[in-house]
């Protein structure tokens, strides 16, 4: 999977926007970005997926430039819900494969 | 099943004492993995399971830890002569191909093993 670089925390408030932003500067023609959320005490959850341009989906947007070497997760209106721990994966994807997740970024929504 | 679930959700064991932690996975999905947290870090892969072939067992931290996966459904990792290191959330997932998505990666909520 390539290698991706995402900033350690960030911290926010209630009713912001919130985007962040992934780097993967070596991703394969064949790969996708997929973002995972992680409440504390649960496992990763599935956000969202996407090749390129934008994706969309009740919970977050996806945005991907052409060059596809970064992307950024934005979440709309945070709430303290939303804190948690976000990870940016980089793969393949159509097959099952090995997936090793980074440290992400862990999200502090304050009131 | 629905989800993936892990059994039990919470163990406490003596330093020294053997123990076996258990994976669900969803029905269907040909590729199970087990991952380590620790309070606060990010996921340890530890081993991965697919189909009928050869784990990739390159994660495990050391020979007290196995896993086996019977008739490709049911996991158990088991961790012999437990250390206090050993203390972690072990997180369990499943994938396959899904609806929508290029195979997607679904996880347990996890089971909380502390030594004391």
């Known amino acids: 999977l390539a290698k991706t670089t995402q900033p350690i925390s960030m911290d926010s408030y209630e009713g912001q926007e919130v985007n962040i932003t992934c780097s993967h500067n070596?991703?394969?023609?064949?790969?996708?970005i997929t973002w995972y959320q992680q409440f504390p005490s649960q496992g990763p959850r599935f956000i969202i997926q996407?090749?390129?341009t934008k994706v969309t989906n009740e919970v977050a947007s996806l945005f991907i430039p052409a060059d596809r070497k970064s992307s950024t997760l934005s979440l709309p209106r945070v709430s303290l819900s939303d804190t948690a721990v976000y990870y940016c994966?980089?793969?393949?994807?159509?097959?099952?494969?090995?997936?090793?997740f980074g440290k992400g970024t862990r999200l502090h929504i304050l009131p | 099943g629905a989800g993936v679930s892990q059994s039990p959700s919470n163990k406490v064991t003596e330093k020294g004492k053997d123990v076996e932690l258990r994976c669900d996975p969803i029905?269907?999905?040909?590729?199970l993995y087990w991952y380590r947290q620790s309070l606060g870090q990010g996921l340890e892969f530890l081993i991965y399971?697919?189909?009928?072939?050869?784990?990739?067992k390159s994660g495990l931290p050391s020979d007290r830890f196995s896993a086996e996966r019977t008739g490709g459904s049911v996991s158990t990792l088991t961790i012999q002569r437990t250390q206090q290191e050993d203390s972690a959330v072990y997180l369990c997932?499943?994938?396959?191909?899904?609806?929508?998505?290029?195979?997607?990666?679904?996880f347990g909520s996890g089971t909380r093993l502390t030594v004391v």
């Open positions: 070596n991703i394969a023609t064949n790969d996708y």
């Open positions: 399971f697919q189909g009928n072939s050869a784990p990739d």
């Open positions: 029905s269907g999905h040909t590729a």
């Open positions: 996407g090749y390129k």
């Open positions: 994966l980089v793969g393949i994807m159509n097959r099952d494969d090995k997936i090793i």
């Open positions: 997932a499943s994938s396959g191909r899904q609806r929508g998505l290029n195979y997607g990666y679904t």
